[in-house]
């Protein structure tokens, strides 16, 4: 197949990077990542545990979810505004680099989505919990969403500036393997009907899918690639900051709402299948309650 023999040839020709074109990774850099990693997770987590909170005690679940979502709709719009008329073009690429501003924090708060559903999985092995499993799927559904999504930009981008909509480039390839291997999470999730099981066999291959997260990330670090380095406001010009920012914030707060609704619908089905006497879990160790 002439597209396996091109990905073939793209793996082996890509090899280690060079140190004289690509920075190298440092255990400084790894720990660095690693502690925003958790850090991310830890803060997100927090927001879910408040989030059950609130749906135990006060009625107030609705307008916060609300609220969250309506925040993240405001900051974007505020945040396009800044893209598109406050930020200067890039020197280099013009007006076509303003899609940054949407692609990066996409694929940041995909990431972080992705990151949970790991957590989670890990989690459900130590301890079985409903709530655990719900947030592992909501994390793994809306990660993939914004996954795409960024995706997709990021090939609007490549075409005016690499003259295709997709090359057969290192990180182009593991954030496709991500998006596919969470896709097969998701229909894992859809084929088995026993909860046991399934919340189980999920965990399991939640952690295995999530090997390719750190590979999406430093892969313009470990191989030859035409994908420029991993943007921050760090590595952007002052001028894109603001907007680099707010859009990153505004993708954040849409994450929790959209998470959070996620979660609530995953685990109203959960009640639902351990309230038939044939679908009860085989330990009393797991939460049904939200």
């Not at 545990?49 to 993240?72: C, D, M, N, P, Q």
């Not at 760090?234 to 979660?263: C, E, H, I, K, N």
Request: proline letters at 6%; a positive charge; glycine letters at 8%.
């Amino acid at each position: 197949m002439p597209g396996m023999q091109t990905l073939a040839r793209v793996l082996l020709a890509a090899g280690p990077a060079d140190a004289e074109h690509i920075q190298p990774v440092t255990t400084g850099m790894i720990v660095k990542y690693a502690v925003t990693t958790v850090v991310g997770i830890a803060l997100v987590w927090g927001v879910i545990r408040l989030f059950g909170w609130i749906e135990e005690k006060t009625r107030a679940s609705f307008g916060v979810r609300a609220g969250l979502i309506g925040i993240g709709v405001i900051l974007t719009a505020v945040g396009a505004y800044l893209g598109l008329f406050w930020a200067p073009p890039d020197r280099m690429m013009g007006d076509v680099q303003r899609i940054m501003y949407c692609h990066v924090p996409l694929l940041w708060n995909a990431l972080i989505a992705l990151c949970i559903n790991f957590a989670c999985s890990v989690l459900y092995l130590i301890k079985p919990s409903w709530k655990t499993d719900s947030l592992a799927e909501a994390a793994a559904e809306t990660g993939v969403v914004m996954g795409a999504n960024g995706v997709l930009l990021g090939a609007i981008w490549a075409k005016p500036t690499w003259g295709v909509w997709w090359t057969w480039d290192p990180r182009l390839i593991a954030a496709a393997i991500m998006l596919i291997a969470y896709a097969g999470y998701l229909a894992l999730r859809r084929f088995i009907e026993d909860p046991d099981r399934r919340a189980l066999w999920s965990s399991v291959v939640g952690i295995l899918v999530a090997v390719d997260l750190p590979v999406v990330w430093f892969a313009v670090r470990w191989f030859r690639s035409i994908h420029q380095f991993q943007s921050s406001p760090s590595t952007v010009d002052p001028a894109l900051r603001v907007p680099l920012r707010v859009m990153a914030f505004a993708f954040l707060f849409l994450l929790m709402g959209f998470l959070w609704q996620r979660y609530r619908i995953a685990l109203a089905h959960r009640k639902d299948e351990v309230a038939l006497p044939d679908a009860l879990p085989t330990t009393a160790r797991r939460e049904v309650t939200p």
